[in-house]
């Protein structure tokens, strides 16, 4: 079984600061990462995933995440923070495979102060 | 292009009346379709996929049931609502050729509450 853990639900950042999301996984096979963010009211739109190429995954909007096997983690961070990165952000895992299932974590809400 | 349409946006029904939420894809065929439910608080949990006409699985028991009577169609339904069936409801999708990729693309939601 896969699983994924974002400690806390919400933090909280000024524009222009470094954002770091949390995201830590379980899974006995190889896994694929993916990060997600979802605006109010709105579907999820994909920023960057990992599929055991290279370990540092830019996405899109500036992020970027490092895939760190002895950690069992994949963090998202940004550099600088903009008040449009305010959003719920996901973190899910796979594995690689025909009709395999995303599982999710509980997600976390970026708030960027001005 | 590859398109995903889920209606209605938002709804509001009474306790013990149904439900029926459409999803449909374009630009693919044979994807893999996919409800999720998300509740404050909670992530997201996958409800139903499937991955052909016909075929369903079910992730958790539940009030609901889903139905793909086209290859690019997939519905969920309920008879009789329950209030903890409100939630906003995500319709998803993979492409038949990138099924081993486990990219999912999404729909922009409906919200259901239910009074």
């Known amino acids: 079984a896969q699983s994924v853990t974002q400690l806390g639900s919400h933090v909280s950042v000024s524009e222009g600061a470094l954002v770091l999301l949390r995201c830590n996984y379980s899974s006995s096979v190889p896994p694929y990462l993916f990060w997600y963010v979802q605006y109010p009211n709105q579907g999820l739109q994909l920023l960057l995933k990992?599929?055991?190429?290279?370990?540092l995954v830019k996405g899109i909007n500036g992020f970027e995440a490092e895939f760190k096997k002895s950690e069992t983690s994949f963090h998202l961070t940004k550099p600088s923070a903009h008040m449009s990165d305010a959003a719920e952000y996901f973190c899910?895992?796979?594995?690689?495979?025909?009709?395999?299932?995303?599982?999710f974590g509980k997600g976390i809400t970026l708030s960027v102060r001005p | 292009s590859q398109t995903i349409h889920q209606w209605p946006a938002t709804l509001v029904q009474p306790v013990g009346s149904p439900l029926s939420l459409e999803c449909t894809v374009e630009g693919t065929s044979n994807p893999n379709l996919y409800w999720y439910r998300q509740a404050a608080g909670r992530g997201l949990q996958l409800l139903f996929y499937?991955?052909?006409?016909?075929?369903i699985s079910s992730e958790v028991p539940q009030n609901l049931s889903a139905s793909r009577p086209q290859d690019r169609q997939f519905i969920l339904s309920s008879k009789k609502l329950l209030l903890s069936d409100s939630g906003f409801y995500l319709c998803?999708?993979?492409?038949?050729?990138?099924?081993?990729?486990?990219?999912?693309?999404f729909g922009e939601g409906s919200r259901l509450t239910v009074l």
């Open positions: 990992y599929t055991s190429a290279a370990t």
């Open positions: 998803a999708w993979i492409p038949g050729l990138n099924r081993n990729t486990g990219e999912l693309f």
């Open positions: 499937s991955v052909g006409i016909g075929q």
């Open positions: 899910a895992v796979t594995r690689a495979g025909a009709n395999s299932k995303l599982t």
